[in-house]
């Protein structure tokens, strides 16, 4: 059974920084989607940021709240896909989950396409 383990979250006042990680508990997939959704206080997951992989190459998507300020990026050595979160917002504030699948199975964009969940990482952003 594959785990996915997130670290990195935490408490920052708006403006400021914070990288999650995700780390595949083996080498999942040759190819395939790894990423990120998010789910705030009493509102449904939505998704964030997801990078399709192969061996040779990659392509990222993102919610338009998040684009100029996120970037998703994977090390493919260290099974390992990251979110970088600059300019955070107050309402950036909610718990992130890492998510992953292989490279057939539907929209990357749809939380129930997807196999494989980490357990959430807290992310607080006061203002």
């Known amino acids: 059974q594959v785990q996915l383990v997130e670290s990195g979250g935490g408490s920052v006042q708006a403006g400021g920084s914070l990288r999650l990680s995700c780390a595949a508990s083996?080498?999942?997939?040759?190819?395939?989607?790894m990423g990120w959704f998010r789910q705030a206080p009493g509102k449904e997951r939505e998704f964030v940021a997801v990078a399709t992989f192969t061996w040779s190459d990659s392509v990222t998507y993102y919610t338009d709240s998040v684009k100029g300020r996120f970037t998703i990026s994977r090390d493919n050595a260290k099974n390992t896909v990251y979110l970088q979160m600059n300019s955070l917002k107050p309402e950036d504030t909610a718990v992130y989950y890492c998510a992953a699948r292989g490279p057939f199975g539907g929209s990357v964009y749809r939380e129930n396409d997807y196999d494989y969940w980490g357990q959430g990482t807290q992310v607080t952003v006061s203002s």
């Open positions: 083996e080498r999942t997939f040759s190819s395939g989607v």
